[in-house]
């Protein structure tokens, strides 16, 4: 494997609503991907740092989609890390969990119909987590971080960042609201990847929990199949509808 190389590019002051940051854009030498670090505090050299290793979302972020708990995700580490005098959030430019906006948005067709994250990623050729924590791990080292506090519920976050050589001393829950419009998504990262959510607490980071009663979010089926799902259509039509040809129609 060869060796990761990351370079900070500019620095700049970024005051926002959570507090003042000193923001870090980075390139590196396996993708050309614009990586960011938001820091506030001094973390050169520091132990247990609260760090949040965040993968952009430009519907959750920027637009406030209800459809995930990415915005409320970030909004919620900015203001711990504020909070806790320092820390770090890494901004990783890897969308829809690295399968890039247009095919999320295309995914997002197909979760309409019925089938949830993991078989819409799958269905459109995907695997269903393409994200890699290498150069995430080659920016807290650049950091001169020793060692972090994790705001995640991704275990695999924890695995990727310690297979990098960044020591994990313990992982702090980020929970935020469910709502009608997220609860399958979150319902979906519990029972197929693994995530650490407590569905019967979510909101305890961020704003105030309205969990969902009687059907609410769960009301999409989770069947693998379309037709199973009770959809009319196969599966090259739901590649049609989600708007990409060339997805997998193997039924």
Do not use: W
Not at 32 to 61: I, P
């Amino acid at each position: 494997m060869d060796t990761i190389i990351v370079e900070r590019m500019a620095t700049t002051r970024l005051p926002t609503e959570a507090g003042e940051f000193v923001l870090h854009l980075y390139h590196n030498n396996v993708d050309d991907k614009e990586h960011m670090a938001l820091v506030s505090g001094e973390v050169a050299g520091e132990q247990t740092v609260l760090t949040r290793v965040h993968s952009e979302c430009f519907t959750g972020d920027v637009l406030g989609s209800l459809r995930c708990d990415c915005g409320p995700q970030l909004d919620a580490a900015m203001r711990l890390i504020i909070a806790e005098g320092k820390g770090v959030v890494l901004y990783m430019r890897q969308e829809g969990r690295g399968i890039g906006l247009l095919d999320k948005l295309r995914a997002y067709n197909l979760q309409d119909m019925g089938f949830d994250t993991v078989d819409a990623n799958l269905l459109l050729g995907h695997q269903p987590d393409l994200r890699d924590y290498r150069v995430a791990a080659a920016i807290l080292k650049d950091l001169d971080i020793r060692s972090v506090r994790l705001l995640t519920n991704n275990p695999d976050k924890i695995t990727g960042l310690e297979t990098e050589g960044i020591e994990v001393i313990e992982r702090v829950p980020l929970q935020t609201a469910i709502t009608e419009y997220n609860a399958f998504y979150l319902d979906t990262k519990v029972r197929r990847m693994r995530h650490l959510l407590d569905l019967g607490r979510a909101g305890e980071n961020g704003r105030q929990s309205n969990p969902c009663h009687g059907d609410g979010g769960a009301r999409q089926p989770t069947g693998r199949s379309a037709r199973a799902n009770g959809s009319p259509f196969g599966n090259v039509e739901l590649c049609a509808i989600a708007g990409r040809f060339n997805c997998r129609t193997a039924g």
